[in-house]
């Protein structure tokens, strides 16, 4: 019988030792592999959520402060704050269905003029909620969050009954004739579907040739405040705990006169969602106590920008907080403090932090959640409120 011959050792297979053995280090390499795919993958989305927070964060600011910087623009006119008669600044509720012409806030024909605050806010983090009459008008009011009110002229003009002009919207005009012999107040504030209403002329108009009528630009009044949710009619997340999707949004509302006309010349309109994933906003306003246009000190509004005092009410007074004299038309700049969060919870995370915002301290939302979050805070400058007051 013949001898059973071996095969060269180049082509023989792996033994069941050596096969467990490469499987091992295979399956261990995979691991590590796999473990390093997820991390990537984690740390991925984490850097995006990151920067989707400070996207929120730094749109939101840029929106909020290109308003804040043109509180108080109107065209050519630049009511008074110095001589005899500086202008009368009044508090116009911002929900308010008042009508009538001249525009509530506003009278020209007797003097001072009366112009309404370019900007005021409600502090409602002290109390957690806000005077019925303004949250009745906000969309799903997220409770413990400041709301602020801007008011201004459109930087856009238009020709009473020309192109673009919109009969019964509400409009400023500003007289530029400086003689008094054809115009006899210095501005219109107007809802009317008379365009001849609008007569006052631009600059060097006289007795004998009055000239051209002066242009008219929109009057804006923007609400902003942060809401509970950005869809707030159907429920995304499927969480009856919450409103709608249940994702704090920074919203605007923008109020406007019908487009009927009629006798109610504050209708809410343009409700706006400018971020979702706001969660929270608080202002701080630097005020001019000396009259020059610069801030010589940070306070906070209080709930109610009305009040006369520590327990007073009255819409006469206007003052900033209850307790000084601080009034709104003495506001030159704005703190704003925003705090962002992601839109979706992280996994085995808990945010444990409080974030700081100015005087305001904010913790997680009820127990502590899984949200990340980031604080982005900037200084707004009113420029025509401040730039008025500056002495070359």
Known sequence: MKPIRQLPAAGRGFSLIELMIAMGIAMTLMMAMASI????????ETIDREGQKIETARYSLDTLAEDIRLAGYYGNYAPPFTGSMPADWKYVDPCSTTGGNPLPGWNATTGPVQVPFAIFGYEAHNTGSLPTGLTGCLDHYKANTDVFVVRRASTLSVTAG??????????????????????????????????????????????????????????????YYIS?????????????????????????????????????????????????????????????????GSVDAWVVSNNDPRQTGATGTAVTGMRLDASTENRWEDVMAVKLFLLTRDLKTTSRWVDTKSYTMGSKTVYPTGALDAFRRRMTSSTIKLVNMSGRREVP
């Open 37 to 44: 795919f997820t991390t990537s993958i984690n740390t991925r």
């Open 162 to 223: 020309g192109a673009g002009y919109v009969p019964g919207e509400a409009y400023f005009q500003g007289s530029s004739c400086p003689d008094g012999t054809v115009d006899t107040q210095p501005f219109n504030a107007l809802s009317t579907t008379t365009s001849t209403d609008f007569n006052l002329h631009v600059l060097g108009c006289t007795s004998t040739v009055p000239g051209t009528n002066a242009s008219l630009r929109k009057l804006i009044t923007r609400i």
């Open 228 to 292: 509970q949710c950005d869809d707030c009619v159907n429920d995304l997340d499927r969480d009856a705990a919450t409103t709608g999707d249940g994702i704090p949004t920074l919203k605007m509302v923008e109020l406007a006169i019908p487009s009927s006309g009629g006798t109610t010349l504050r209708v809410l309109q343009n409700l706006r969602t400018i971020a979702p994933g706001v969660e929270d906003m608080h202002l701080e306003y630097g005020i001019d106590t000396t009259d020059d």
